[in-house]
């Protein structure tokens, strides 16, 4: 076993196929069928097995895909520090979309030395790019499934109905979930943090949603609310001065969530990203 027959093990794994492996690293396709059957004789069981067309993984095939993906990020960290030993390296920060567009800028200005990377995307995504050390930490409001990342609570955050002041509700003190059963709703995308805590929401209060739109884009949201195209459910930190929207609370059900601290368990953690842990704790306890 060599760290280059873990990234071809990798890219068949991510690639589906053992072609698409291939065409990834550009080697022929024997090649990598010749590296994923060496490591099925070194250990001594399948590592994937084909049903009609289609490679399927075996359950000893996911339990190499994990240490392999720890072994390469390590390699890739030793590497990394070693090559940049004394010089400062960016930080390549994630967030979720909530994170990014309502705190996210006040917390990176706040960073001495270079200006981190950021990348903002659904707490999924920002999930994945941590377990492949494509960023070293994330903020994300979302639930985080890999057992291989470490999640921090930072700071409390709470979703309250969106609407335009002439709407049913724009008066109200507050209204109940099962109110909304009847609304058309301007909602995230289904893998996104604030649309997990909705869905789970609305299902223990035994409503059917009525989805009108689903969007990626905070802002895009706010638009299709204010053009009186339904409402929606949001963190009121993402609402800026000068929408006319109004923002009513949800007195029924616990719509709190928690915008979270996330990194890998085997993260090395270098100054400039202790550094910045540290910021994030101080904004926390000033908020």
Known sequence: MTLRSLEVFLAVVDGGSMRAA??????????????????????????????GKKLCITQEGEQLAGYARRMLSLNEEIGRQMLCAGSRTPLRIGASVTVGSSIMAEIVGRVQGPQPYVY???????????????LDVGIVEGHIKSDDLVVS???????????????RFGARDSVRVEELG???LILREPESGTRQVLDLEFQRAGVNMQVGWECTN??????????????????????????????????DGPVERWFSLVIHKDKYIRPPLRAFL??????????
């Open 22 to 51: 291939a065409e990834r690293l550009y080697i022929s396709q024997p090649s990598v069928s010749g590296v994923v059957a060496d490591l099925e004789d070194e250990y001594g069981v399948r590592l994937f097995e084909r049903l």
């Open 120 to 134: 903002v995307a659904n707490t999924g995504i920002i999930e994945q790019k941590i377990l492949r050390n494509e």
């Open 153 to 167: 609570p930072m700071m409390p955050d709470r979703l309250v109905l969106v609407c335009r002041p002439d709407h």
């Open 182 to 184: 009847s609304e058309r």
């Open 218 to 251: 905070s802002q895009a949201i706010l638009d299709a609310v204010g053009a009186g195209l339904g409402v929606a459910l949001m963190s009121p930190r993402l609402l800026r001065k000068g929408t006319g929207l109004v923002t009513v609370p949800i007195s």
């Open 278 to 287: 540290e910021l994030c704790k101080e904004y926390k306890e000033c908020k």
